[in-house]
C-alpha cells in the first residue's frame, strides 16, 4: 500500500522563483511519482503553456494554477488558484496589478537594503537584466551570489524575512477580491500553507469561515515542510469550516531536500479532495487511491 500522493497542487517554475524551467519541472514532479499536478507560480500564469504541453508528453494530469499574494486583515497570504482558465481577463487584469506591485515592491526593498549597507540596486539590476517577475526569493538568490549571504535561508535571516531591512509590506489585494478572480476565471480558490501564517488559532478559524462565505473552496491540508501536527489541525480547520482539502509541496529547487515532490502523504479521507470533479480534468481513476 502505498502512503504517498500522487497529487501535488502547488509547485513553482522559472515563470517565478523556482529553479527549474516548466518543462524541467512537469518532467521532474512525473518521475518522482506524481500523476496530478498543477503549476502556482507567484501571481503569474506565464509558465502554464509550457507546462501543459509537457504533461501531456509525460502522460499527466495537469491544471493550470497560480498563488496570489493578498491581504487578510493587514497581513500577507497565499491564495491559490487551481484549475483556473489563465485566460480569464479578470484574472489577466488582476495579475498585471501583482505584476506591478511586485516590481514597485521590489524598488523599495532594493532602496532599503542599501540603506542598510547590502548591494540592493545591484540585485535589482541583475533582476531586471533577466526579466524575472521579482519576489523576495529572487533578492536572496542574488544576495548569495553577490557574496552578502552564505545560502537564500541565511539571506532571509538576515535580510528579508519579518522585521529585517528588506521585508517591505506591499498592498496587495483583498483575499475576498482574488478569490473572486479565481471564481472568474472558473477555477477553484485554495488558501496555501494555512498553519505557516503566525495567526492564533481563533484567528484561523476565523480565515477559514471568512474564505467559505466569501466563496473560498479549500485549504491546503498536506503542505511541504508541514509536520503531522500542522496537518492534524489544517484538517480540523477544513472540516470545520467545510473547506475541501488540497495536497501540494510548494516545491521550487531540487537542491532544497525538505519538500520534494512525489513524497507528501494522502490526504485523509476525512476531507473532500479539491480535485474531485469539474473542472478538474476527469481523470481514469482518483490518483490519490489508484
Ligand atoms: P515574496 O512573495 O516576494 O514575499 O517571496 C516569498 C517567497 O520567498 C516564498 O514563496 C518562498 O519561496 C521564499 N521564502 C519566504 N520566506 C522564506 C524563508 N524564511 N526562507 C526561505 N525562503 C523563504
Ligand atoms: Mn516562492
Ligand atoms: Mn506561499
Ligand atoms: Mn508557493
Redesign the pocket.
Known sequence: MNHRSAVDLHL?STA??GMLSPAELVAHVAACGVRLMALTD??TVAGVAEAAAAAQVHGIGFVAGV?I?VSWRGR?L?LLGLAIDPAAPALTSGLAGQVSL?LQ?AARIAERLDARGAPGREALEALQSRGVI???????RELVALGIAPD??A???RW??RGRPG?VR?DWPELAEATRWIRAAGGKAAIAHPMRYPLSAGARRELCAEFAAAGGHGIEVVTGGGSPNHREQALSLAVRSGLEGSVGS?F?DPAIPWNPPGRLAKLPGSVRPVWRGAPFPGLAADPETA
Open positions: 513553482h517565478s522563483d507567484h501571481d498563488e499574494s500577507s497565499h511586485r515592491r521579482p519576489t523576495r526569493m529572487h533578492f536572496a537564500p535561508g539571506a532571509f535571516e528579508l524575512g521585508h506591499a510548494d521550487h
